[in-house]
């Protein structure tokens, strides 16, 4: 597909929960809960923080697909794909979480 | 201190219509976009066109009115394509559309609400609702508070 886009999908194992696309877009489209824990990896000497995400929203009834988001991650987590057909019958039904975020660009069109 | 406004790409018109319909004559009479860029510093609008010819080749220009009372030519009569574009302007920046023919809302509600797209006019879901951004990352040290961008009471940090 040229010159067009769809849904941005989230991978989810390379996001660091790091808040910059939560703070560049535009339309606060995109929320973000997150936790750290300790990991103590073989051989260091003290445990390392990790993040672990446990929520990412993008809300498609407020984004207008600036691409925001998906330039300024550093972990290319988001990426435009060629999927339209997620419309919904109710407003919150356009709140995308991980699972289905993660479907985008899955299915080939 | 603020940034000179860049200046918008494609000629500057001093008579709106006059200048409009001069690229039109010359086969740019296809409009792509009319839009206003809201400059409050200066106390301007700056009105945006973009028209595009038959072989796909496309022109900026642009003219600046005053912020306070703003008022512009429509050219609804040479370009009808505008009519919708004027109206949505009118009620968004409120900006007065000199000759349109059909000036009323397009957009928004009939109800008196302050003209949206302009810099001054705080959103009222962004008053009713936390900015996503302000919930610290994972393992931030810093105590800075980040602020969403172009909030009014802290200027946009690239304008
Ligand atoms: S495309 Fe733009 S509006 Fe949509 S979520 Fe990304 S930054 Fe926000
Ligand atoms: S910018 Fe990328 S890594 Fe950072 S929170 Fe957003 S998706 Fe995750």
Redesign the pocket.
Known sequence: MQNTHGA?ALDASACTSCML?VR????W??EIDSHTVEVTEPGARRPRSVAVLDRFT?DWG?????????EVCPFDALRWTGDTDYSAAEVDDLRHGVERLEQFGTTSD | MTAPNPAPPGAQLGDWVAGVTELVDAGFDYLDLLTVVDWPDAGEFEVVIHLVNGDAQGVFAHTRIDREAPVLDSLVGILPAANWHERELAEMFGVTMTGHPEPTRLLLADSPVAHPLRKDVPLPRRQDRPWPGAKPEPGRRSRRTPRPHGAPDQPDRDG
Do not use: F, R, S, T
Request: charged content about 10%.
């Open positions: 941005i696309c560049e877009c535009p339309d489209c995109i993008i407020l984004c207008m697909y600036c691409g925001i988001c998906v």
